[in-house]
């Protein structure tokens, strides 16, 4: 096996076992805006950034509406009302200038991200992974910017990108996610600071996965990041996400929007594994993971594919989805979701079938442990158009202890008479015969729980890049700790 | 190496097992013959630790350690092995990631290395290819979709992965034709040792005639009502169990 890949693993193997591995806070100097939310600081946000006049626009029409927008009510999850004045909205660590090469980094940054096992060091980016990674707000380092640079590729933070293909940036910002959608993704269209931006130029195939790992350091800092990433026609790429935060009393909020664009015969692959401090064994901090993330297949034939590990957080809030506007296009939603102790999670995906012949696929796996909760939430629509149109809904819930929960909550509307849609959804206990077969073959039961587990959720494991799957294994086992017994 | 006194099990408050004893001593192999609905099973699980079956009174010791005492792992790293009546189906879990796990599990509780992939593979194989058992039998989920036979023979394989102290053999014979049941006898006889022992269940006598008890016990009413040598099958075999049923005159 490949020695980065090796050292990656070995780096989460020297840290499963621990209660929350990546609890650990880094002293750092931060440059920070005035706590609170007005008008202000969008501006100072946009200042820092140095970006044209039309984003800071758009930014200010996002803040706007945001003052006059609800909360959204329907998620199944409980929790008191967030106090927005009560947040840092910018938090960048000090460098100066953005690092020219790894060796620029920070050090005690670099310590930060070998604790989380990102793979920074040139021999690992041989791995074929190619990392940007999200500091609080800013985004402190892309490796391997030059391979991808030759085949025409753009890989940087979105802030980059805003001054190196404004026009891109212009055209596609907003256009799958505007900023009215809905409260949490108003608010980051307004007080967004960083993240990730992928062009990949028609016909290229994408030579490498890629990676952004975001973290949250900073105590009472919102984490805003948005995410663009364009497949231009016949182009594939791959783009893993994963997320940590350190352990704190308090609820941090995190509200990033991700808004994917694939055109003719484009396909993109979407990968998260979250992880984001969950709280407590009694419920206490935890982030608040309310995210937007959509994609529009725009072009013929092409495919977006997303997969999403969800094993952190306090309360997860995310429908991942796909807007399927190019005839045969393929949307495609692999979902494990753990919720342990006092954890809610609701999720699921919107699959919205507008061209001829599209098709999409759901695979959805519960997991609800401790007294934790969680909700699927899809839905399918078929529109007049979408003649042939076909879905495929896979729903299962596994539930382990009795005072964990499960619902699901499927939508399903259907405006043309040629499409197909097909809805299984299963609910179960971890059964105690596999229980005992484990143990008896000397599998302790904690140990036994998470092999079942993972055996539950082998479908959607599948879909993930081979070097992640391993690491979501042992997720899958780590958040399921204290689960028995 | 394995004791049993006075046993008494109750499922549900209904009494299965009431002043049942066994001694098996190191390197032999006793046979339990009994009805359908006897209890042998129920032995077997509450050996074996299994939740749902109270132990109202008596003792159960392997190498002199209380087993009653112990966690249903740990009984395994202790060296018992229960081969299932009706094993158990993972799916999702490939058969070679479970049996690695397993074994290592109960090779790290005995203090010895943990095998690696490729160590593993070379041990499992070998033993696979003496069941007739192919390849492809790692790479499916564990016991998910096997047919019967299939499913018996995975379970020799993990015992003889496992190297018990003691194996129990719950019905290991049924459902078997007679190759597989060859089969299967080979894979027990091969790990005959005087350190290790066996208790094989069965209902019919054919097993026995490929593995030769050195004691056959008759199991009815909740206790052993009878015992004598390999001959005891035969007969009971000839006269089934319709006297054994009835309580003693
Ligand atoms: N888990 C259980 N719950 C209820 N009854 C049980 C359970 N296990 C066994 N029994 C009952 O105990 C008796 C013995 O069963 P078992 O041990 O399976 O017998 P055998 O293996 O000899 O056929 C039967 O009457 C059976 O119905
Ligand atoms: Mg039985």
Redesign the pocket.
């Known amino acids: 096996m490949d020695s980065a890949v090796q050292a990656t693993r070995d780096a989460v193997e020297a840290l499963a076992g621990e209660k929350y591995k990546y609890g650990f806070v880094t002293d750092i100097e931060a440059d920070t805006a005035p706590k609170g939310l007005n008008e202000d600081i969008v501006r100072f946000i946009s200042a820092k950034k140095n970006e044209p006049e039309w984003l800071l626009d758009w930014r200010l029409k996002a803040f706007r509406h945001w003052l006059e927008m609800p909360e959204p009510q329907w998620a199944k999850v409980s929790f008191p009302p967030l106090d927005y004045q009560d947040a840092y909205y910018y938090s960048a660590p000090k460098v100066g200038k953005r690092p020219e090469s790894l060796d620029e980094i920070d050090p005690e940054l670099r310590k930060t991200y070998e604790k989380l096992g990102i793979p920074l060091k040139e021999q690992e980016i041989l791995a074929g992974v190619a990392v940007d990674a999200v500091f609080d707000s800013v985004s402190v380092a892309t490796t391997f910017k030059k391979k991808l640079e030759e085949y025409g590729v753009i890989f940087c933070s979105i802030s980059e990108a805003i001054q190196r293909c404004p026009e891109l940036i212009r055209k596609y910002l907003g256009s799958v996610v505007p900023y009215t959608d809905n409260k949490h993704a108003t608010l980051n269209s307004a007080v967004f600071t960083d993240g990730s931006f992928v062009y990949v130029p028609e016909g290229v195939r994408c030579p490498m996965e890629l990676s952004t790992y975001f973290r949250i350091n900073a105590a009472k800092t919102g984490q805003f990041e948005r995410t663009l990433i364009i497949a231009d026609r016949g182009s594939y790429v791959s783009y893993l996400e994963g997320c940590t935060a350190p352990m704190r009393d308090e609820n941090q909020l995190h509200a990033a929007v991700v808004e994917l664009v694939a055109l003719d015969d484009a396909e993109i692959k979407y990968s998260t594994v979250q992880n984001w401090y969950p709280g407590d064994e009694n419920g206490k901090g935890g982030i608040y993971n309310f995210v937007t993330k959509r994609g529009a297949c725009r072009g013929r034939n092409s495919k977006i594919s997303w997969t999403q590990v969800e094993t952190g957080s306090a309360i997860t809030w995310k429908y991942p989805s796909c807007i399927l506007q190019g005839d045969n296009s393929v949307g495609e939603f692999y979902s494990i979701a753990i919720t342990n102790n006092y954890q809610q999670a609701d999720t699921g995906t919107k699959m919205i079938h507008l061209g001829r012949n599209t098709r999409s696929r759901i695979i959805s796996k519960g997991i609800s442990a401790g007294h934790g909760a969680q909700t699927y939430r899809g839905l399918v629509r078929i529109a007049a158009k979408a003649a042939g149109a076909r879905n495929h809904t896979q729903c299962d819930s596994l539930l382990i202890g009795d005072r964990s929960a499960a619902h699901t909550v499927p939508y399903i509307e259907t405006r043309n008479r040629t499409a197909m849609v097909e809805h299984e959804a299963t609910t179960s206990k971890i059964n105690d015969d596999q229980l005992f077969y484990c143990r008896q073959r000397g599998i302790a039961e904690e140990e036994a729980v998470a092999l079942i587990v993972n055996g539950f959720c082998r479908e959607v494991l599948q879909q993930l890049p081979m070097e992640f799957a391993v690491e979501a294994q042992k997720l899958v086992a780590i958040s399921l700790e204290g689960s028995v017994g | 190496m394995l004791t049993i006194e006075n046993l008494h099990v109750a ?2 408050g ?1 009494s ?1 097992l009431s002043g049942f004893d066994l001694d098996v001593g190191p390197g032999e192999v006793h046979a339990i013959m ?12 509450v050996l074996a630790g299994r939740d ?2 109270d132990v109202t009174a008596g003792r159960v010791q392997l190498d002199g350690q209380d087993l009653l005492a112990m966690a249903p792992e740990e009984r395994a790293a202790a060296g018992l092995f229960l081969a299932f ?1 009706y094993p158990v189906e993972i799916p999702g879990v490939a058969n070679a990631t479970f049996l690695r796990q397993s074994l290592n599990a109960v090779r790290k509780a005995r203090g010895l290395d943990e095998l690696d992939a490729m160590q593993f593979l070379k041990s499992a194989r070998a033993r696979m290819k003496l069941l007739g058992m192919t390849d492809e039998m790692l790479k499916r989920s564990v016991n998910t979709g096997f047919s019967g036979g299939e499913k018996k023979r995975n379970e020799v394989l993990q015992m003889t992965l496992l190297e018990p102290r003691l194996a129990i053999l ?2 290991t014979d049924s459902g078997l034709d007679v190759d597989a049941l060859r089969i299967v006898a080979d894979g027990v006889n091969g790990l005959r040792a005087p350190d290790r022992s066996f208790v094989v ?1 069965t ?1 019919y006598q054919r097993l026995l005639d490929y593995i030769v008890p050195d004691r056959v016990h008759i ?1 009815a009413r909740g206790r052993i009502v009878r015992s004598g040598g390999e001959d005891l099958a035969r007969e009971v075999e000839r006269t089934g169990y319709a006297d054994y049923l009835a309580p003693a005159a």
């Open positions: 499922v549900d209904r299965i009994g009805p359908n609905g006897s209890g042998k099973s129920t032995l077997s699980y749902g079956y009546q719950d019905e269940i209902h199991l």
